[in-house]
């Protein structure tokens, strides 16, 4: 059989390209390398913008919502926020998550092949073969959604994906549900931030570097650190290191009958690493484009790069700038920033979607600018 699209991987870009094509009736095969469904270390955290989107219902697939923000500089100095008049943010399990939306994929017909990793890629004339660890697939179209690990956009023939330097992330469960708040740590990662992220049994603990700068560090000493101050030895939990491929600059999208999405795009936001919405918009948008195309409008991939490079590029550059500023003077940033009211408020507006990285990074830098010893 020949499909239409072949989408390569099950995670949030994948799993939204297949539902939306699938929707409007284009016969689809998603592949999966892992077995659904698959643990996958992330944070968790979503933003319910991303139920606009989609005309099912999430809930099934979230573990927690979160209202409370807490943030910590060096394990001290706290500030605790509640956002009492914004949507609470999704907590979800990537796992539970990810294989939800593929199941919501197949509801609409889209085939399913888990188990299946592809092991290269041929372009026939008029379409993609797919080969595979078992038989080989023909798409008219393909998605690359492999993530910062994947193969297919160095296949396909695009520039090296660019990676966060370190990420190292733990599961680790609860005797008791206390009431879930979102903590952050700023001042033990060098160029980044810990976190501990609450599910509905447990935290997901973690550090990151994001924004460069050559420094080793020794991330498995710090999460334990962290992780101490909740009372919790991270030392008996199975501890996860993986790559992000940030957002660094505009690039194509697309190449013949083939598109990137989620983090095979590097559509992960140099400045907080949230990585599921855009990588869930990104698949909407290349559903989209892949439906016009297939429908004769030539353009159409064109239009997917553009439209990812004029929304989400043009604010990730602001995004990059802001991430430079704040994690070159993260203890200034922290006071005059992070510490002020109405600081989080403006970064929860970010993160649901309601106000841009531009106007936030102006205010940022003028507030900066006073504070700095000139």
Same mark, same amino acid.
């Given at each position: 059989m020949r499909y239409d699209v072949i989408v390569v991987g099950a995670g949030p870009g994948g799993g939204s390209a297949a539902y939306h094509l699938a929707k409007r009736g284009r016969s689809v095969l998603l592949l999966e390398q892992a077995s659904l469904p698959r643990y996958k270390p992330c944070g968790g955290g979503v933003s319910p913008q991303v139920q606009e989107w989609f005309d099912f219902d999430f809930t099934p697939a979230i573990s927690c919502l979160s209202c409370?923000?807490?943030?910590?500089?060096?394990?001290g100095d706290p500030v605790t926020v509640e956002l009492t008049d914004l949507d609470p943010i999704w907590m979800v399990r990537r796992d539970v998550f990810d294989h939800f939306l593929v199941q919501q994929a197949q509801r609409q017909g889209a085939q399913v092949q888990d188990g299946t990793a592809v092991t290269g890629i041929a372009w026939q004339g008029d379409g993609w073969q797919v080969q595979t660890t078992g038989e080989p697939y023909r798409g008219r179209y393909l998605v690359a959604a492999d993530g910062a690990k994947g193969k297919l956009a160095g296949w396909l023939?695009?520039?090296q994906r660019r990676?966060?330097?370190g990420a190292l992330e733990a599961e680790v469960p609860l005797p008791e549900n206390p009431r879930p708040r979102i903590?952050?740590?700023?001042?033990?990662?060098?160029?980044g931030y810990a976190?501990?992220?609450p599910k509905r049994d447990g935290f997901s603990l973690g550090v990151g570097t994001l924004a460069g700068g050559g420094i080793s560090q020794d991330l498995r000493r710090i999460l334990q650190t962290y992780a101490a101050h909740f009372q919790v030895d991270v030392a008996q939990a199975r501890q996860y290191g993986h790559p992000l491929c940030l957002w660094d600059a505009p690039q194509p999208l697309h190449t013949e009958? %083939?598109? *990137?999405?989620?983090e095979a795009a590097c559509v992960v936001d140099p400045f907080t690493a949230e990585g599921i919405r855009p990588s869930l918009w990104t698949g909407w948008q %290349?559903? *989209?484009?892949l439906d016009q195309a297939l429908a004769g409008d030539r353009d159409a991939l064109a239009r997917y790069t553009a439209t990812v490079q004029n929304t989400w590029g043009r604010d990730m550059v602001w995004a990059k700038r802001l991430a430079q500023v704040f994690y070159r003077w993260p203890g200034l940033a922290y006071r005059v920033g992070v510490k002020r009211p109405g600081a989080t408020r403006k970064f929860a507006e970010l993160f649901t979607g309601k106000t841009h990285y531009e106007a936030v990074a102006h205010l940022a830098w003028q507030r900066l600018q006073q504070a700095l010893p000139w």
């Open positions: 409370r923000i807490h943030y910590t500089w060096q394990l023939g695009f520039r990676r966060l330097a903590c952050f740590e700023f001042g033990l990662v060098h160029n976190w501990n992220f009958n %083939a598109l *990137l999405v989620g %290349a559903a *989209l484009a």
